[in-house]
DNA sequence: GCGACAG
DNA sequence: ATCTTGTCGC
């Protein structure tokens, strides 16, 4: 049983990321845009009952029609951490992705990828832990710096570290609207992570996958909580 | 030491 | 993340 999927605390959980990110793939340029299965996935909290709800939805990237839908429902199984969120959100994640009978694609995570202190976010969690090329798209840009983009729909401009090493890109998906930050998770380039993200949201702030992900995990949870899933044994 | 800090 | 009314606008 090496590198436990559920850490007993902060330090643990600090040692599997440093270790886990040994295995980040960065020189895959990843599947082409607009081509293929994209996989929106994200999860909503009910903390009074102790229960999460994940949900994956699979989008063809061309149209962006669904082509599948899964949701799982479990217990929160770790808190929220700055910079360990993969542990709070991942277990329920997986779950959701593994009962998609269709392959999942390119991954879209509700997060950052290489964007993260330790350069091992969720999404770049994920990717490892699945093989999955993975990409990141927060909304906000944590602790890292950035330069307003120009004003207009896919204006970039990148998303700086300390040490002023690019981590991501602040994209700006509509006109006027404050930008989406995209970092790498694993097996997809950073040029390849932000136009994925334009395709993805051709008509508002966040891309559709995450769009519908949202919604989809709210949904499972309000049916999970009526279902009387934080009640009784 | 304290605060800030993806969701 | 989540708590939450009305309101402005297409």
Excluded at 17 to 28: G, H, S, T
Excluded at 118 to 141: D, E, Q
Excluded at 185 to 190: D, I, Y
Aim: glycine residues 12%; charged residues 20%; negative net charge.
């Amino acid at each position: 049983m090496k590198s436990p999927s559920s850490p007993a605390g902060e330090a643990e959980a600090r040692a599997i990321q440093d270790e886990l990110r040994a295995r980040v793939v960065l020189d895959e340029p990843g599947p082409p845009p607009g081509t293929g299965l994209v996989t929106g996935v994200d999860v909503a909290y009910d903390d009074a009952r102790d229960l999460v709800a994940a949900a994956a939805v699979v989008l063809d990237a061309a149209t962006l029609a669904v082509v599948e839908e899964a949701t799982a429902v479990g217990r929160v199984a770790f808190p929220y951490v700055p910079g360990l969120l993969a542990f709070r959100e991942l277990p329920t994640v997986l779950a959701a992705l593994e009962s998609l009978s269709a392959d999942p694609g390119l991954v879209v995570c509700d997060g950052y990828g290489q964007a993260h202190p330790r350069r091992f976010g969720l999404a770049s969690h994920l990717g490892v832990v699945t093989g999955l090329a993975a990409i990141g798209v927060a909304k906000n840009p944590f602790t890292f710096t950035y330069e307003q983009p120009g004003p207009h729909r896919g204006a970039v401009s990148p998303l700086l570290d300390g040490a002023g090493e690019e981590v991501g890109r602040a994209v700006r998906t509509q006109d006027g609207v404050k930008p989406v930050f995209v970092s790498v998770g694993h097996r997809v380039s950073l040029d390849n992570a932000c136009a994925h993200t334009l395709r993805l949201a051709p008509g508002f702030r966040l891309p559709e996958s995450t769009r519908r992900a949202d919604a989809l995990c709210r949904r499972a949870l309000r049916e999970a909580v009526g279902a009387g899933f934080g009640t009784g044994a």
